[in-house]
């Protein structure tokens, strides 16, 4: 008993330790200007925002595969789904674009959901062989009127002032209302593929999510008339001031001779910390969500059905209607996250979602931090962001000093080129690491 006291104490020292050595090390990269460090608060800044950005979405990720132990491999299309929101809610609408096709793309959408929802209702209700060529006839039917309406509708919409629009444009509601917004599109998504994919096996939930992300992240390419494709949105508005305006504000400008600072970067370090201010809260109000829930009866129903699926049905538990509330809950988060990054870079740019980046790294994030523990799960996303961005600066770095001892030419040259990619085998490596050393993460679920 005394040595399971000790290693418990151990474990409860643990959580606090790393994210001190966490602070610490944002701490060095706002102070300290050298070969490692930038010496920039408004480097560290920026870090960690994109770090607390990404705790969120390791907290969704966390949701369904700690909690329940659903692999999601589409976090990327979830995100992007998420970060359509702040356009199609905040933006203002677009000049003359409602009027010239508007109506008619929201009765082409109305008729291909009511084309799938009469497509199920003619496969449960319809007996015999002759249910197969009323499914065809109703999905071909439907898809040509569905066809028929939407084309024309695009097409003008694109058409409208096609060099600096083209899209339908948004409601100019404030950009706040936009994350929740985000949040509810990628459940509905999640709802959707876990409807279809959820009661097969769980290789089949991978692959649907694989499939359904690229999907998403292809339509946001290529419809232009939602969000502009791959010309981009920008201008999204922000909930915080541009640093422009606090420069011409004249008691900002005060404050700024008042801190020793230019007012060029006094503003872009205020901007940051109110930025930070936000998603702080955001993400520590998901933290006590995400705990009040985790133990709860519903948690460990949740984390019951996890560890033995045939057990928990035998106990009358509803595997799948349980999988498909956290794996709904799950994405809606990382849709919240994709709104609250759309926002921070004010910027929609679909050719940005990049499976590697938000899917791959968000799952590295997870194993590192400690899969099922929430507290671990952001200590991971927001170090490993950390180590993903450092790993730019520290690559070449570390080449330049392991190749001092090799004469000049084309192999040193060509080595000291490829330092900036060290990123990947950094990341390879922490996760090797990590792996073999704290297999559980570096703070595993109790």
């Known amino acids: ?58 907290l969704g990720v966390n949701m369904q595969w700690g909690y329940a132990g659903l692999f999601n491999a589409g976090v990327v299309g979830f995100l992007a789904l998420g970060g359509l929101a702040p356009v199609l809610v905040s933006t203002p609408p677009v000049q003359g674009a409602w009027a010239a096709g508007g109506p008619r793309v929201i009765l082409a959408l109305a008729v291909g959901l009511g084309t799938l929802v009469l497509a199920a209702q003619v496969w449960k209700r319809v007996p015999g062989r002759p249910r197969v060529l009323a499914l065809i006839a109703v999905l071909v039917l439907g898809f040509v009127l569905y066809r028929f309406l939407f084309d024309p509708a695009v097409a003008a919409i ?104 230019s007012p060029g970067l006094a503003s872009g370090i205020w901007v940051k910390l109110l930025y930070a201010g936000l998603f702080t809260a955001v993400l520590l109000a998901l933290i006590l969500l995400a705990e009040l829930a985790l133990k709860s009866p519903w948690g460990r129903m949740m984390r019951a059905i996890r560890d033995n699926e045939t057990a928990a049905g035998a106990m009358g538990k509803n ?38 980046r938000y899917t791959f790294l968000i799952w590295v994030m997870v194993i590192v931090g400690g ?21 730019e600066v520290w690559g070449p770095e ?40 704290a297999p559980r993460g570096l703070v595993p679920e109790k």
């Open 1 to 58: 008993m005394s040595h399971t006291r000790q290693a418990e104490a151990h474990g409860a020292w643990r959580a606090p330790v790393l994210f001190l050595v966490l602070a610490l090390l944002f701490l060095a990269e706002g102070t300290f200007r050298n070969a490692l460090f930038s010496g920039s608060w408004n480097t560290a800044l920026g870090i960690l925002n994109m770090g607390l950005i990404s705790a969120i979405m390791a």
């Open 158 to 261: 694109e058409a409208n002032n096609s060099a600096s629009a083209g899209n339908i444009g948004g409601l100019g509601w404030p950009v706040l209302l936009s994350w929740p917004v985000g949040a509810l599109m990628a459940a509905a998504a999640a709802w959707g593929v876990g409807k279809v994919a959820l009661g097969l096996r769980s290789d089949y939930l991978a692959i649907a999510t694989l499939g359904i992300g690229e999907i998403i992240v292809a339509v946001m390419r290529n419809e232009e008339w939602l969000s502009r494709g791959v010309k981009n949105m920008s201008g999204i508005p922000r909930p915080v001031p541009y640093e422009v305006d606090l420069q011409a504000d004249p008691g900002f400008v005060a404050r700024a001779a008042e801190w020793g600072l």
């Open 319 to 356: 595997v799948t209607r349980r999988h498909l509330q956290i794996f709904v809950i799950g994405s809606a988060v990382i849709g919240l996250a994709g709104a609250m990054m759309v926002t921070l870079d004010g910027l929609l740019s679909p050719n940005s979602f990049n499976p590697l």
């Open 371 to 391: 899969s099922g523990n929430n507290w671990g799960a952001v200590l991971g996303a927001i170090l490993i962001w950390f180590l993903w961005i450092k790993a």
């Open 398 to 437: 570390l080449m330049r000093l392991i190749t001092l001892p090799l004469p000049e030419g084309a192999f040193r040259s060509h080595m000291l080129g490829s330092a900036p990619h060290m990123r990947f085998i950094a990341l390879g490596l922490v996760l090797l690491l990590v792996l073999r050393f």
